[in-house]
């Protein structure tokens, strides 16, 4: 079965940097996107960016464009989430997911990893 492990979160100040990882396995085919996602304190989940794995094209949300870069490492099928400039307004629980390509909805998910950013 498809399985999906978070890693990387903690406390940062405002400016600071964090580095997510995304360890996969257990996926039988071969065209998929792993996407990132958040869920600030009391609000809904929200998508941060996403790579497809073969090409290795990737789009972000706008409120992270220029700060976030979602990359991957095929010999550890691992998907990074490089965070820097990090602000207030970018804590939460972060998830990583993944889906065949060919699918609209995420049908993977992990079991999130905390991230807060002090003011």
């Known amino acids: 079965q498809v399985q999906l492990v978070e890693s990387g979160g903690g406390l940062v100040q405002a400016g600071g940097s964090l580095r997510l990882s995304c360890a996969t396995s257990?996926?039988?085919?071969?065209?998929?996107?792993v996407g990132w996602f958040r869920q600030p304190p009391g609000k809904e989940r929200e998508f941060v960016a996403a790579?497809?794995?073969?090409?290795?094209?990737?789009w972000y949300a706008e409120s992270v464009t220029g700060r976030f870069t979602i990359s991957r490492d095929n010999a550890q099928n691992t998907v990074y989430l490089q965070m820097n400039s990090l602000k207030p307004e970018d804590t939460g629980v972060y998830y990583c997911a993944t889906k065949e390509l060919s699918q609209g909805n995420y049908a993977y998910w992990g079991q999130g990893t905390q991230v807060t950013v002090s003011s």
């Open positions: 257990g996926r039988t085919f071969s065209d998929y996107t």
């Open positions: 790579i497809i794995w073969n090409v290795g094209s990737a």
